[in-house]
């Protein structure tokens, strides 16, 4: 009886670690964004929380001008809201795209944002200097 007993705890303790992780894949595009920009920019990001962190990488591409800034912006779908986090960025040679980086892209998921992203929330935009209200974008799910 106490074997079973201990091999429910660990199974439950081996639950909640893979549980503690979540990860969704955010898509990137013009006709996401508030009003919908007509752009062949795209990108597919990936978001992780684990705990108390966030994580941000993966690509985007064939912006129509050249990279301005990325941010993890407070709003519902199709809603626009405030900037939250700074987002960083390896540009490509033309400018017109780049990758997140893990290490880059780690932020402290503090208790707001941190409810923002429960209550699906926050979504990511990526800024051209030709559409710098945002060029794509990408609402994150639930998580």
Not at 125 to 141: A, F, K, L, T, V
Request: aromatic share 8%; charged share 25%.
């Amino acid at each position: 009886m106490k074997t079973v007993i201990l091999i429910i705890f660990l199974l439950g303790l081996s639950a909640g670690e893979v549980f503690s992780q979540t990860t969704h894949e955010v898509v990137l595009a013009g006709y996401n964004n508030v009003p919908p920009v007509r752009t062949p920019a795209t990108g597919i990001l990936e978001v992780t929380a684990h705990n108390d962190s966030l994580f941000v990488s993966g690509e985007f591409q064939d912006l129509r001008g050249q990279y301005w800034s990325a941010y993890i912006h407070y709003g519902k779908e199709g809603e626009t809201g405030n900037r939250l986090i700074q987002l960083r960025a390896d540009i490509n040679e033309e400018k017109n795209g780049g990758e997140f980086k893990k290490e880059r892209n780690s932020f402290e998921l503090r208790p707001a944002i941190k409810r923002a992203l429960q209550e699906g929330n926050l979504y990511i935009m990526i800024s051209s200097h030709r559409n710098q209200d945002g060029e794509i974008r990408g609402q994150i799910p639930r998580m």
